[in-house]
């Protein structure tokens, strides 16, 4: 067993080794429209291990962003729950850090200043020079500490996501969500960023959770990757146990006939089995 679970355990009794880092236990949105009820999806329930890598796709309007709201706590179940540590999510927390594709820097600080703001309210009892400390090892773990005093307009694509990233993680959240984080960004870049999240994943034990609509990128980052119905009304459709070991060598995978499988099954759920209709284009 983990060893941050195992403390856990000791500190909480009521928490045992059956109780599942995150559940989203029978969760149900629903909007209240002009012509009635409007249900996003009803009854989907997902247990996520704690240092697990979830990669959620489906189609635009499936509802993942909304889902992955609720465990950020940006948004809340018409019913059901959602628990992380057993504790109901009930508000957004430090505990929960989120990466979005538009990178919600502030444009009038730094990259610098923009970690640190997150870093001053999150340990406010550190001393300025500790909380320095932490931006600085955050900034190096991206790789931008060249570039540490350039506000987001002088930045690329690809560092603004990198501030953003190390922002995130400077907190020592305990979920990382991610609503398409590299959905904007070129290919080359896409992927560096791929490789550079995977190798902090897999040395600091994050648990993730992560929206994506590009196969390939769930099946390099993810050790499961859940497929969302289409909605209204949508369910969890399947969920595809990702085998490849880590640390992983992109062209090693890309060599395996295992992939090739696992891709031509999910392109098979999105596009054959739960394809849009041509009046949803």
């Not at 403390?7 to 599942?20: F, G």
């Not at 002009?34 to 959620?56: A, H, K």
């Not at 504790?87 to 990178?103: A, C, H, T």
């Not at 900034?139 to 060249?146: F, K, P, Q, Y």
């Amino acid at each position: 067993m983990n060893s941050t679970l195992k403390t856990a355990i000791t500190e909480n009794p009521a928490l045992s080794p059956q109780t599942s880092y995150l559940e989203i236990d029978q969760v149900s949105k629903i909007y209240q429209t002009q012509t009635g009820d409007y249900p996003v999806f009803q009854n989907v329930s997902l247990t996520v291990d704690e240092g697990e890598f979830i990669c959620i796709i489906g189609h635009s309007g499936c509802g993942k962003s909304t889902l992955v709201g609720m465990v950020s706590g940006f948004t809340s179940p018409s019913q059901g729950e959602v628990r992380l540590q057993g504790e109901p999510i009930v508000q957004p927390g430090p505990d929960r850090m989120v990466v979005f594709q538009n990178y919600s820097l502030l444009p009038w600080k730094s990259a610098f200043e923009n970690v640190f703001i997150a870093v001053n309210v999150a340990y406010p009892q550190l001393s300025k020079a500790d909380k320095e400390k932490i931006v600085w090892e955050h900034l190096e773990m991206v790789g931008l500490t060249e570039a540490a005093q350039k506000k987001p307009g002088a930045l690329s694509g690809g560092m603004k996501q990198r501030v953003a990233i190390a922002r995130a993680l400077s907190i020592r959240p305990k979920i990382l969500v991610m609503d398409e984080p590299f959905g904007a960004l070129d290919a080359i870049t896409k992927e560096e960023l791929q490789e550079e999240l995977v190798k902090i994943w897999d040395e600091h034990q994050l648990t993730v959770l992560m929206i994506t609509h590009d196969i390939d990128e769930a099946l390099f980052l993810a050790d499961r990757l859940v497929m969302m119905t289409n909605g209204p009304d949508e369910q969890i459709g399947e969920i595809m146990e990702i085998p490849f070991e880590h640390p992983r060598d992109r062209a090693r995978i890309m060599e395996d006939p295992r992939y090739y499988e696992l891709r031509n099954r999910a392109l098979d759920f999105l596009y054959n089995r739960f394809a849009h209709d041509a009046d949803d284009a």
